[in-house]
């Protein structure tokens, strides 16, 4: 039984450190697809990206994401 506290104070750190990791790398994943499309679409209208204005433009959609607005809602807040 004096084990107990331990095991549940370690379990309690390993699912404190999980989530944040999770949380991540899901926000990693949606700012490299809005950077890649970003890309793509600067590319065929034959324009330059600035890296300042990926960043900022990407940072926002994540942002919007999280605050569970749709992909198109983060898009139209975040580009106009």
């Known amino acids: 039984m004096p084990r107990l506290p ?3 104070a370690f379990a309690a750190m390993a699912a404190i450190t999980v989530v944040p990791a999770h949380a991540g790398m899901v926000d990693k994943i949606i700012f490299g697809k809005c950077s ?4 793509k679409e600067y590319e065929k209208a034959g324009k330059q990206l600035l890296l300042n ?3 900022a433009t ?3 959609v994540v942002k919007e994401m999280k605050n569970k607005q749709s992909v198109e809602q983060a898009k139209t807040f975040c580009t106009s």
């Open 6 to 8: 331990g095991v549940i």
């Open 36 to 39: 890649s499309a970003m890309r």
């Open 53 to 55: 204005h990926l960043n």
């Open 58 to 60: 990407c940072n926002c």
